[in-house]
């Protein structure tokens, strides 16, 4: 049989470029081209550049993101499992294979009774698809092989000049097959020599690997089906997986449209804080509570200032509609006594101080109201209390004040507290100002002092046995501009501000204000104020205004 000729290789010269050109820039200078035409796009925000895909990536959902890299992962996955099972199993069955001819040629069984049979009765029959190839001392040669073998896989291309010399390779080896007839198949062969020196016979004995490649082959379609439809099933569980776990976050998107719509109200289903959309959850709903509460303070706060700047204007216009009457009143000369002159002029002067009072009393809750720290000196309630004692007696010296302690009883016992010994004295000048103005003239008065229940703080009660306020007021009698007497059209009287001062001077003090109604009846103001560290108690702190 001649030699078959090697399958032509490559030759080593160059090839063509794919595209039918030879390259972007055969010259080696850079392209021209204008960058409009890159669909690139630059992040403004990150000065830097944003391919397409990237583009794309970004304006994804999160839903699809998902789903595809769990496909993309599933199908990677499945992909290299079925290369490593297909080269696997090929390895194992050529192996097999391989082991096969070795011990064929080892025994010499099938090859020596393959030629003895041919020498007696020029015929052969080998079992399989064996194919033999010897070379006799002589120099004559014989091929065995079965028709159906060489119909099915064609004959290997193994001829006495195929390996020259030292070439031959000593272990089983590889190679293609040449067609017999127009009809034939062909298959690649695996070969190995071998050599009888006691018979005078070498030659080659090969066995087609077709079976091997179908076997693989059939393989590589099963798993590949397998990868598909696994890939399918996958992305579709995968599907519905995501899309009920991202339902939590598809309710926090529309309770944050309805909040973006103005109903602060809202809040997110909570789910367990063991999960992300759980933590997510009540992080928003905290978050959620104090913007609503932030917003309700706010308008608090504008509804306070509304009323606080509408009841000083009323405040101020009483005042100054005094002041502006009798001057027109002089203006048009009605004023024609001394006496007439002498009482407008009192009455301008008494309208005056009002206004007066009223702005100090403003300037100074707009001061407290800025949160500014008080001052933190030790102060003796008791000297400031025995002040007020003696102040209260020269308004009303009919009035019976006794300073006394807690108990109505005892005498007051030191009571020395950390703050501002002015803004403390503003207190109780306030607070027996509305003593002597709102009970009868001769009515009895108390300041009490003592200690607290825990020792902490300091207790200082003004208490009258007036009239009082009804339970119904009691709560507002700290609010700015009240006053039990709803008319605004008194000449005289307080502004409304005085037991607001008093709250707000001692919760600048990080102390308590309350009422109460006085055994017997009457009206009972009790502050308690930290008490001092010469008591053996630290002060409580300020806070941050």
């Given amino acids: 049989m001649p030699p078959v000729p090697p399958p032509p290789g490559d030759a080593g010269g160059a090839t063509p470029d794919d595209t039918g050109g030879t390259g972007p820039d055969s010259t080696g200078s850079p392209s021209d081209e204008p960058a409009s035409a890159n669909p690139g796009s630059a992040d403004p925000d990150a000065g830097t550049y944003v391919g397409p895909v990237t583009s794309l990536w970004a304006r994804t959902p999160l839903r699809v993101r998902l789903i595809s890299i769990v496909t993309i992962m599933l199908l990677t996955g499945l992909g290299i499992s079925m290369m490593l099972t297909s080269t696997v199993l090929s390895r194992y069955l050529t192996n097999q294979l391989d082991s096969q001819l070795r011990v064929t040629v080892e025994n010499t069984q099938v090859i020596s009774q393959a030629i003895d049979q041919f020498r007696s009765s020029g015929q052969s029959y080998l079992p ?70 006691d018979g005078g016979v070498k030659g080659y ?79 928003l709903n905290s978050m959620l509570a104090q913007i609503e509460q932030s917003f309700d303070a706010q308008e608090a706060s504008e509804a306070r200032m509304r009323r606080f700047v509408s009841d000083a204007s009323h405040e101020l216009r009483t ?42 009393d403003l300037l ?44 109505g009883v005892s005498p007051a016992p030191p009571a020395t507290v950390v703050g501002d010994e002015d803004r403390l004295r503003q207190v109780l000048t306030n607070l027996i100002g509305n003593v002597a103005r709102h ?29 009082g306020i009804p339970e119904d007021q009691a709560h507002r009698v700290f609010e700015r501009f009240y006053r039990a007497d709803s008319s605004r059209n008194r000449s005289s009287g307080g502004s409304g501000l005085g037991m607001a001062i008093v709250a707000a001077i001692v919760g600048a003090h990080q102390g308590t204000v309350t009422v109460d109604r006085t055994p017997g009846g009457g009206l009972t103001v009790r502050a308690e104020l930290p008490a001092s560290r010469a008591d053996g108690v630290a002060p409580v702190p300020a806070p941050p205004s």
């Fill in 364 to 407: 100074a809750l707009a001061r407290l109201d800025e949160g500014r720290a008080v001052r933190t000196d030790p102060v003796d309630l008791r000297v400031l209390a025995r002040d007020s004692v003696d102040d209260l007696h020269a308004l009303d010296p009919s009035r019976t004040v006794r300073l006394t302690a807690l108990d």
């Fill in 439 to 467: 009970t009868p003239a001769g009515t009895a008065a108390e300041i009490a002092l003592g200690p607290s229940a825990d020792g902490r703080s300091v207790v200082l009660e003004v208490r009258d046995h007036g009239e």
């Fill in 205 to 283: 004995l090969a066995v087609p690997l077709e079976p091997v490649e179908h076997t693989v082959s059939q393989i590589q379609r099963i798993l590949l089906v397998s990868t598909l439809v696994l890939t399918t099933l996958g992305g579709a569980i995968g599907y519905v997986a995501i899309r009920r776990s991202l339902r939590p976050l598809h309710t926090i998107e529309r309770t944050a449209a309805r909040i973006a719509d103005g109903d602060l109200s809202q809040r997110v289903p909570q789910a367990p804080r063991t999960t992300e959309v759980g933590s997510l959850a009540h992080s």
């Fill in 319 to 360: 005042p100054l509609a005094t002041v502006r009457g009798y001057g027109e009143l002089y203006r048009m000369g009605a004023l024609t006594t001394p006496e007439a002159m002498d009482d407008t002029m009192r009455r301008i002067e008494d309208s005056a101080t009002r206004m007066g009072t009223l702005v100090n």
């Fill in 128 to 197: 399989n698809d064996y194919y033999i190839l010897a070379f006799f001392e002589e120099g004559s040669s014989v091929t065995f092989v079965n028709s159906t073998t060489t119909q099915r896989y064609g004959v290997p291309a193994l001829t006495a000049y195929t390996f020259a010399g030292k070439t031959q390779p000593s272990t089983v080896f590889t190679i293609n097959s040449v067609a017999v007839g127009d009809n034939g198949g062909s298959s690649d062969w695996r070969a190995v020599g071998f050599t009888y020196p």
